[in-house]
């Protein structure tokens, strides 16, 4: 991230600005264009939200006067405002990924089958994507980062998210030279696999937030999807199913994260975990073979190794998406992107017992939490993916709380946009065949 401050800074100079198009208006969408509104280089040009008075109340947080707002659902009146220094909220997300003065549009929806369709749509357009939809990445990223490739453009997580703070400290750890030896975050709350909308209501009320985010946030699976786009991005998988999950404090994590012959936990080394005290923060546990390299890291106060833990006290979620914007724009590079493929997958268990004619309502609600589970683990069991649920998803036959659900026990009753990439994904691993699919996607979907 270093230097960008100066590049926008330039860019601001030469009267220019990179604009955003920004799919979703909710508590990270608002933040983050208050924050780019105290930017240099750098606007939120377009929203889009079913709700238009989310769009305008945002607007006007961030310093924006009602006159220069504009609310509109036609592309030339869109393109017009721009061009006049305005901003425009509209209903359709269509209407901001086909702008063509937008340069980077950023997906803050939070919805896996709405997410899948903007970021198709925004490289269709030959327009950066910055998804903060991890949901949305973990089930069929490696796909639209392909087929961003493949069309000239940049496929990335968002700086701030957890995985992208986690990322910041892997890059560093790994371009010194550091062995790694498990990634991590820490979990904010205690798990609770039963926590549901209702259950979440006050703590969500609260927060100003929706209890099905923060009933995902309670039931682990936000967790499970954040450690799963580590997993893909860096290749390491969880140790156990569900990952460990111990308690402990930031000084304990060296000894945790050790192998089990070594006092640890760890079967292995290369995981992804997450630890019940140390929230809001990520951590990277490293270590060397060189005796110099442990006698300088005792001499910095940094343990007694072997093993040592790097620690990023904070994540600023959608304030620091910005960041991962610049970098698309400026130097065509992810901050956190699929780069190893579908390497762990997130799948979805019963909250309760389901029987025939259950409809499974999507992530944070009433009837599946996310567990993650190793890529092989998980395909050769047919395991759902957690992305895959919503209320088209019909069970049909019992299924155990606590079951991990199986393709063989649903059925899906009407196709959407994450279903038909997943398919195409599973049906396409072969790189030299990307643009066959690109083109492809482009006559299914067009």
């Given at each position: 991230m270093l230097g960008l401050n100066y590049k926008l800074r330039e860019l601001e100079n030469l009267g220019r600005e990179i604009h955003v198009g920004l799919i979703g208006c909710g508590q990270m969408g608002r933040g983050m264009i208050?924050?780019?509104?105290?930017?240099?280089?750098?606007?939120?040009?377009?929203?889009?939200?079913?709700?238009?008075?989310?769009?305008?109340?945002?607007?006007?947080?961030?310093?924006?006067?009602?006159?220069?707002?504009?609310?509109?659902?036609?592309?030339?009146?869109?393109?017009?405002?721009?061009?006049?220094?305005?901003?425009?909220?509209?209903?359709?997300?269509?209407?901001?990924?086909?702008?063509?003065?937008?340069?980077?549009?950023?997906?803050?929806?939070?919805?896996?089958?709405?997410?899948?369709?903007?970021?198709?749509?925004?490289?269709?357009?030959?327009?950066?994507?910055?998804?903060?939809?991890?949901?949305?990445?973990?089930?069929?990223?490696?796909?639209?980062?392909?087929?961003?490739?493949?069309?000239?453009?940049?496929?990335?997580?968002?700086?701030?998210?957890?995985?992208?703070?986690?990322?910041?400290?892997?890059?560093?750890?790994?371009?010194i030279g550091f062995e790694i030896i498990a990634l991590g975050k820490g979990k904010n709350n205690p798990l609770n696999h039963e926590a549901n909308p209702s259950t979440a209501e006050v703590e969500a009320k609260l927060k100003g937030a929706s209890p099905k985010m923060i009933a995902s946030f309670q039931d682990g699976t936000k967790t499970m999807v954040e450690m799963n786009a580590v997993a893909n991005a860096t290749g390491f998988l969880p140790d156990v199913a569900g990952m460990h999950g111990p308690s402990g404090t930031v000084g304990e994590l060296p000894s945790l994260f050790q192998l089990k012959e070594q006092g640890g936990i760890l079967d292995g080394k290369g995981i992804v975990d997450y630890v019940n005290g140390v929230a809001p923060g990520v951590f990277a546990i490293i270590s060397s073979d060189k005796e110099e390299v442990h006698h300088e890291m005792n001499y910095l106060k940094m343990g007694d190794g072997p093993n040592y833990v790097l620690y990023r006290p904070y994540h600023l979620t959608s304030l620091e998406t910005p960041l991962s914007v610049a970098r698309a724009y400026f130097h065509k590079e992810a901050t956190i992107?699929?780069?190893?493929?579908?390497?762990?997958?997130?799948?979805?268990?019963?909250?309760?017992?389901?029987?025939?004619?259950?409809?499974?309502?999507?992530?944070?609600?009433?009837?599946?939490?996310?567990?993650?589970?190793?890529?092989?683990?998980?395909s050769t069991g047919s395991a759902l993916p957690i992305g895959l649920v919503d209320p088209n998803v019909v069970v049909t036959r019992p299924v155990r709380k606590g079951e991990i659900i199986t393709f063989d026990a649903i059925e899906q009753k009407k196709e959407s946009m994450i279903w038909k990439l997943r398919s195409i994904q599973m049906q396409s691993t072969d790189n030299k065949s990307v643009k066959n699919e690109f083109v492809k996607l482009k006559s299914i979907l067009v």
């Amino acid at each position: 991230m270093l230097g960008l401050n100066y590049k926008l800074r330039e860019l601001e100079n030469l009267g220019r600005e990179i604009h955003v198009g920004l799919i979703g208006c909710g508590q990270m969408g608002r933040g983050m264009i208050s924050q780019i509104e105290n930017m240099k280089g750098m606007r939120v040009v377009a929203t889009a939200d079913l709700h238009t008075t989310l769009i305008e109340q945002a607007y006007m947080k961030a310093g924006i006067n009602k006159q220069s707002i504009v609310l509109t659902t036609q592309l030339e009146e869109a393109e017009k405002a721009i061009e006049q220094g305005k901003v425009v909220g509209t209903v359709y997300s269509e209407l901001v990924t086909s702008l063509p003065s937008v340069d980077v549009i950023v997906d803050a929806t939070g919805v896996p089958n709405l997410g899948a369709e903007i970021a198709w749509k925004a490289i269709l357009n030959k327009k950066h994507i910055v998804m903060l939809n991890v949901e949305a990445d973990v089930t069929v990223g490696p796909l639209l980062k392909q087929m961003a490739d493949a069309s000239g453009v940049i496929y990335t997580g968002s700086a701030g998210d957890e995985p992208g703070a986690v990322m910041e400290l892997y890059d560093f750890a790994d371009a010194i030279g550091f062995e790694i030896i498990a990634l991590g975050k820490g979990k904010n709350n205690p798990l609770n696999h039963e926590a549901n909308p209702s259950t979440a209501e006050v703590e969500a009320k609260l927060k100003g937030a929706s209890p099905k985010m923060i009933a995902s946030f309670q039931d682990g699976t936000k967790t499970m999807v954040e450690m799963n786009a580590v997993a893909n991005a860096t290749g390491f998988l969880p140790d156990v199913a569900g990952m460990h999950g111990p308690s402990g404090t930031v000084g304990e994590l060296p000894s945790l994260f050790q192998l089990k012959e070594q006092g640890g936990i760890l079967d292995g080394k290369g995981i992804v975990d997450y630890v019940n005290g140390v929230a809001p923060g990520v951590f990277a546990i490293i270590s060397s073979d060189k005796e110099e390299v442990h006698h300088e890291m005792n001499y910095l106060k940094m343990g007694d190794g072997p093993n040592y833990v790097l620690y990023r006290p904070y994540h600023l979620t959608s304030l620091e998406t910005p960041l991962s914007v610049a970098r698309a724009y400026f130097h065509k590079e992810a901050t956190i992107a699929p780069w190893k493929g579908l390497q762990a997958e997130t799948v979805a268990v019963a909250k309760k017992d389901l029987q025939p004619g259950d409809h499974l309502d999507g992530i944070g609600g009433y009837t599946v939490y996310g567990k993650l589970l190793s890529y092989n683990e998980a395909s050769t069991g047919s395991a759902l993916p957690i992305g895959l649920v919503d209320p088209n998803v019909v069970v049909t036959r019992p299924v155990r709380k606590g079951e991990i659900i199986t393709f063989d026990a649903i059925e899906q009753k009407k196709e959407s946009m994450i279903w038909k990439l997943r398919s195409i994904q599973m049906q396409s691993t072969d790189n030299k065949s990307v643009k066959n699919e690109f083109v492809k996607l482009k006559s299914i979907l067009v």
